[in-house]
């Protein structure tokens, strides 16, 4: 049996996309990996759209099972992937894997949170399925 990877989805207040991007990935692939949020500051709470959005999408409530957290508060990733870097990506003391070059919806319509978080929908089945081709060989 292959180990699964910890995946760390990391931005600079670990409070909308990558929280997002966590979720998902626990909802949609952790068959296949860990999912991990973090980052380099953080925030008291989760972004409400987000929290309200992935509650209307696909029935996950973050709040009840994911908290704001800095990397120092996760297990050491695998695969550390940057949500997007048009802020000022955080240093993590290593490289990152990938770049998602995601835009923050953060005070935007409901619309921009929904293309987000289906382009993150689409990144985790697109991992899932390298990692799944990656443990057969």
Known sequence: MVKKKKVAFICVHNSCRSQ?????????????????????EIKPQINQDAVRIMKELYGIDMELTQRSKLLSDIPEPDIAISMGCNVGCPF??????????????????????IKIIKQIEVNILKLKKELEITNRN
Do not use: M
């Open 92 to 113: 993590i003391g290593r490289a990152f894997d990938d770049n998602w070059q995601l835009e923050d919806p953060t005070g935007k319509v409901d619309e921009e949170f």
């Open 20 to 40: 997002i991007a966590e979720a998902l990935g626990k909802h949609l692939a952790s068959d296949v990996f860990e999912s991990y949020s973090c980052g380099t």
